[in-house]
């Protein structure tokens, strides 16, 4: 089985529209995964899942797997279409925190005054899931989550079939305090999430100037996303997340300086993520 | 953007450990400003932090009352999170704490400091739970 990818939003924190931010988008995180076999799982619902919703076909059940609920990550799930659909069976999976359950999280945000209806009032029909500790199983998908260094309960993602895995870590600070360099795996936020995958989709927020006055934001820089996805294994790496006062002529020279750190012998060099990419796998 | 001031990194981690715990955990900075506490702590003191905010000692120490388990107000020298503020050693105790819910609640309290270095204390986490009587 192979996956097929399409980012609807690798923007973080807040929506971008205008006219530095054409080429690479606005829009806040969404990915659509879909299988050879007509599968289909979404990633995070930031904006990007707007537009995703309006051309979705079908009326089987939908699976969302979002992977922390700051706004810039669920923003798009109350102008998610296939909401307003009465009997539409819609899946959210997500992190429960310490204390209160995904559903009782989400609620909050799809509630007056932030919202003016409340989320029992919708038509479709939802499910929410606190993840798994263990890995489980949507359309012969295997998913498996982890909690990664970011603030508050966030996940990243590992999805895998017989033939091909990604890892989508879209929030993430893993040098929090630490070297990677001097540290085992086991010991290195999200590296069994993204160890040896084909595909990682990772967080690179920052130039590696501006980290320094940003330790302790939850994201990396460009050199934490490569070193971490060396660290990691993982065959191609694509920056995601892009900060939102990032131009695309300042994606371009991220993704320059990724390629430096990258170096030429090691496979593909690392893209960023643009609205509209597609990704094929394996 | 750039005017918000950097915490030490040991506090930013005590502050990512206390959200990933259920157990109620409460950070001070070096000074005694409450920095944050966890959800697990929300239900124990009352009110969550986004509503409750950073707070100077004096605010909390009064907003948050503390009594000895006779019932006589507790001094900010005699608990645990004082004493590992002021004393920089670690402490434990049992109180009674009267929420910002106006709930009277038994708490046994663990409070250490957090050296960033042999010389350098840069604030106090206390990880607290319900108790009874025979708990403390």
Known sequence: ?282 | MEGRAQKHLALIIARELASQLATATFIADAVGNLVFYNEAAESILGRTFAEAGSMPAEGWTTQFQLEELDGTPMSLESMPAGIALLEQRPAHGALWMTGLDGERRQLSVTAVPLFASATECVGIIALFWQSAPDDA
């Not at chain 1, 924190?13 to 799982?41: K, M, Y």
């Not at chain 1, 929030?171 to 001097?182: F, K, Q, S, T």
């Not at chain 1, 990258?262 to 094929?280: F, H, I, Q, Y």
């Open chain 1, 1 to 282: 089985m192979s996956f097929r990818l399409t980012v609807w939003g690798c923007r973080g924190s807040i929506p971008t529209p205008g006219e530095a931010t054409v080429r690479f988008g606005g829009n806040t995180p969404c990915v659509e995964v879909r299988t050879d076999d007509g599968g289909l799982l979404i990633l995070d619902a930031g904006t990007g899942l707007r537009r995703l919703g309006a051309q979705l076909e079908g009326d089987g059940p939908l699976h969302l797997l979002v992977t922390h609920l700051h706004l810039d990550h669920i923003e798009g799930l109350r102008f998610f279409e296939p909401f307003w659909h009465a009997g539409r069976e819609l899946h959210i999976w997500g992190p429960p925190s310490a204390v209160h359950t995904l559903e009782e999280r989400i609620t909050r945000a799809f509630s007056p005054p932030l919202f003016p209806i409340e989320l029992a009032d919708t038509p479709a029909s939802v499910t929410f899931h606190d993840v798994p500790h263990e890995p489980w199983e949507i359309g012969g998908v295997r998913i498996e989550a982890r909690t990664v260094s970011h603030p508050g309960p966030t996940l990243g993602y590992r999805l895998s079939t017989n033939g091909a895995a990604l890892a989508y870590i879209p929030d993430h600070e893993p040098v929090l305090g630490v070297e990677l360099a001097d540290l085992e795996p086991e010991w290195i936020s999200g590296h069994a999430i993204a160890e040896d995958v084909d595909l990682l989709l990772h967080d690179c927020q920052f130039s590696e100037n501006e980290y320094p006055s940003r330790v302790g934001w939850g994201h990396s820089s460009v050199a934490h996303a490569v070193e971490f996805a060396r660290r990691a294994d993982v065959g191609r790496l694509v920056l995601f997340h892009h900060d939102p006062d990032r131009t695309d002529d300042g994606i371009d020279r991220i993704v320059e300086r990724a390629g430096e750190l990258w170096g030429k012998d090691s496979g593909d060099r690392p893209v960023a993520a643009c609205e509209g990419m597609t990704l094929e796998l394996p």
